[in-house]
């Protein structure tokens, strides 16, 4: 079985995010970044049926030189080769473009990602490649089992789950708990370095849109204390402060 997970390259959630150049830019000053964390859960799922199966598990990143650290820590969790696709990750599209292209010409059974990247929350990538290929997609997926050429699932709908079996090739967004984060050891880590990452041109440098400008969120108000007894004022505030009731 030949597996490919797509991971992103994202500011780490504790990290404070600024904007450059009139907030057209995302400041990379001083941030720390990591392996998506629906990715991960998608890596360490591959991982685990890679080694059921002896098949071969590849990682992709589309993005420049400063991603190639956290391409080596997906090695080091257990992933056996890496590629990355040397250009800025504009817009999904453009992300979708350069993944289906490459997995059309690796012929792989499964292809896995995270639900949606943290930066920018699309949750666009995984059905635009499956459309892109022609084949079915599925997210976001909890759980996933195979047995031979077909996949039984379990997915995250609205007040419940969904059962669904689906066959080989398709493409899927995983969420927790669809497997439990992988930590590399030092046996991993040693050998990321000698296992293959590859730099690969991008297919097209054409984005289909344009970042004008960034907005971080107000920031939050004061909070303001009120005795349990005093259900009144409580009310009173939600009515004319909050404005919720």
């Known amino acids: 079985m030949k597996i490919l997970v797509c991971i992103t390259h994202v500011p780490d959630t504790t990290s404070k995010i600024q904007f450059t150049d009139d907030n057209t830019k995302f400041d990379k000053t001083g941030v720390q970044f990591i392996i998506g964390p629906y990715d991960d859960y998608a890596l360490a799922r591959a991982v685990e049926l890679r080694d059921q199966s002896s098949g071969s598990l590849t990682v992709l990143n589309v993005g420049e030189a400063e991603t190639e650290p956290t391409l080596r820590k997906a090695l080091a969790i257990g992933a056996d080769e890496a590629i990355r696709v040397n250009s800025f990750p504009s817009d999904s599209l453009f992300v979708a473009s350069q993944i289906a292209h490459y997995a059309k010409e690796g012929g792989y059974d499964l292809i896995l990602m995270g639900r949606e990247s943290i930066d920018f929350n699309g949750g666009m990538v995984h059905g635009m490649v499956a459309e892109m290929l022609g084949m079915p997609s599925v997210s ?106």
């Open 140 to 245: 976001p997926v909890m759980k996933l089992d195979l047995e031979g050429d077909v996949a039984s699932i379990a997915r995250e709908i609205e007040g419940g789950k969904e059962y669904l079996e689906v066959k080989l090739p398709f493409v899927a967004g995983c969420q927790e708990p669809i497997a439990e984060w992988k930590i590399p050891n030092m046996r991993g880590i040693m050998s990321a370095r000698s296992k293959p990452l590859n730099v690969v041109d991008p297919v097209s440098d054409e984005a289909a849109t344009k970042t004008v400008g960034y907005e971080l969120p107000p920031a939050k108000g004061s909070v303001k204390l009120i005795d349990k007894d005093n259900v009144e004022e409580l009310v009173n505030l939600l009515q004319n402060d909050a404005k919720v009731l």
